[in-house]
């Protein structure tokens, strides 16, 4: 997979991607990510990127010919096509289920946005989503971009060195995840639970399913759906 950052900071995504995961990713030939400044393709003296909103008011907003002429030298860098996103708090919420979605695309191009945001026309011209990290804004998109590149990177086939961690994580099958516990068996903070020690892997594997409910059931609730639980997951519940 190739992923173009359009940012102001272009080496600061590809910096961030590579290390642990990501850079093994890279490292594997698995996934290549290129930075891109809108400022190389910006005119005049100053190269400059953005300007002052029309109708008043603070900050400055990111200009149109700079962004569409450097998402045109990235989207051309590759023959594949590219989806275009741009990394906004006033985009659809990221999930991993958007994320599998994004990691089974050949090619994704991420504009970072800064000060007050992107000229809407370009959006409207050059964006095919809008995605945020959540319910708060940053100074920047490139932290976004570099969540959306260390999420999609870890899911790559060949990425992790057991697939089967990417499909018990959280969210992957509508349920948080496990607690999981490591050596010493006894601690002063406490015991691992007996039962994952006993061996018996059917027994292991309802108690882990059973804690994967229970806490998804106290602490994301909105994530269950009832109607859609299997029988024996009700019973366990229940318990
Ligand atoms: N005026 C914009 C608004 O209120 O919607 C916020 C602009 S923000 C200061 C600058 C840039 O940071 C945005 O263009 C976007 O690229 C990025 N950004 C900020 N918060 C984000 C979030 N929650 N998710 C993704 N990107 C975000």
Aim: glycine share 10%.
């Amino acid at each position: 997979m190739r992923i173009d950052v359009v940012s102001l900071f272009p080496d600061f995504v590809a910096q961030c991607a590579g290390f642990g995961v990501v850079g093994r990713a890279h490292e594997r030939g698995l996934l290549s990510v290129h930075g891109w400044n809108p400022r190389d393709h910006a005119e005049g003296n100053y190269r400059r990127v953005d300007d002052r909103p029309f109708g008043g008011g603070p900050g400055m907003v990111m200009m149109i010919e700079p962004l569409r002429a450097c998402l045109g030298a990235a989207g051309s860098a590759d023959p594949r096509p590219a989806r275009t996103v741009y990394l906004s708090p006033q985009g659809r919420p990221l999930t991993q289920a958007k994320v599998r979605e994004l990691a089974a695309l050949d090619r994704l191009v991420l504009l970072c946005g800064r000060y007050e945001g992107v000229d809407e026309r370009l959006i409207e011209a050059e964006v095919d989503e809008e995605i945020s990290i959540g319910d708060y804004v940053l100074s920047g998109g490139e932290l976004a971009a570099a969540v959306v590149v260390d999420a999609v990177a870890r899911l790559l086939d060949g990425v992790l060195n057991d697939a089967d961690s990417a499909a018990q994580d959280s969210f992957e099958a509508g349920l948080l995840d496990c607690p999981h516990y490591t050596k010493p068996v006894e601690h002063v903070f406490g015991a691992v639970p007996p039962v994952l020690l006993s061996g018996n892997h059917a027994e292991i594997a309802r108690w882990r399913r059973m804690q994967a409910l229970g806490r998804t059931w106290s602490r994301r609730p909105d994530l269950i759906d009832l109607a859609t639980l299997s029988k024996q997951d009700r019973a366990l519940l229940e318990r």
